[in-house]
């Protein structure tokens, strides 16, 4: 089993929809969480970090359940902008980050 | 201010050759970490570097060493070029914080290596 766990997509996603991602983790002695974005042939850049009792950040919401291990994000009003790549990552107890693979979003006219 | 940037861009070599990617932290970061990420994966720690050693490392071959110099900049190396090594390679900077654990990690480009 992979220590960090997401549905690949790719999700297609009409402009203004709701769409939610969840990614599950092996470790339960993890301590942070992120979601990171990647655009194609790019670099990750940190979206936000996940916190114990949820955060929110405009149209994004984080949200951790450790007793299911998993996070999930939420982007509400979709834009086309949105189209990208979500990396799940996990601070192992070893200070090493640990990725899922991604999930493709596409927004779609 | 300058994020974190790496060198080269793009590079081809051959099977069995040896490559060098140097990568410069963003200002005031003092940890550098390189991460493999394959086409259609996630980023895969190689190894972290922090005062000049080696801190931490992934599940990677004697062939991907590196180095830290005084000024905090970094270089991957890789020897003996192998196929399954085309990738983007991915230079991330971040500080220690209490704990010992790093701040929010910044990435740079990266560099794409093709062996032929």
């Known amino acids: 089993r992979k220590e960090v766990e997401q549905d690949p997509g790719p999700f297609n996603v009409p402009e203004g929809a709701t769409v939610a991602f969840n990614c599950t983790y092996s470790n339960s002695a993890s301590q942070s969480f992120f979601w990171y974005r990647q655009d194609c042939r790019k670099e990750p850049k940190l979206l936000m970090s996940v916190y114990s009792s949820g955060n929110e950040d405009g149209r994004f919401t984080a949200q951790l359940n450790r007793a299911s291990q998993y996070i999930s994000l939420l982007i509400r009003d979709s834009k086309l902008s949105d189209s990208a790549t979500y990396l799940c990552?996990?601070?192992?107890?070893?200070?090493?980050?640990?990725w899922g693979a991604g999930t493709k979003l596409i927004i779609k006219p | 201010d300058a994020g974190v940037t790496q060198s080269p861009t793009h590079l081809i070599k051959t099977r069995g050759q040896q490559v060098t990617l140097r990568c410069s932290p963003k200002?005031?970061?003092?940890?550098v970490s390189w991460y493999q990420q394959a086409l259609g994966q996630g980023p895969q720690f190689i190894f972290q570097?922090?005062?000049?050693?080696?801190?931490q490392r992934g599940n990677f071959p004697d062939r991907f060493s590196g180095h830290q110099f005084p000024n905090y900049s970094s270089e991957l190396n890789v020897n003996a070029l192998l196929l399954g090594d085309s990738a983007l390679y991915l230079c991330a900077s971040s500080r220690i914080i209490a704990g010992g654990s790093t701040d929010t990690q910044y990435f740079g480009p990266g560099t794409r290596l093709t062996v032929l």
């Open positions: 990552v996990v601070l192992g107890s070893n200070y090493q980050l640990i």
């Open positions: 570097y922090y005062e000049e050693e080696e801190r």
């Open positions: 200002s005031g970061h003092d940890t």
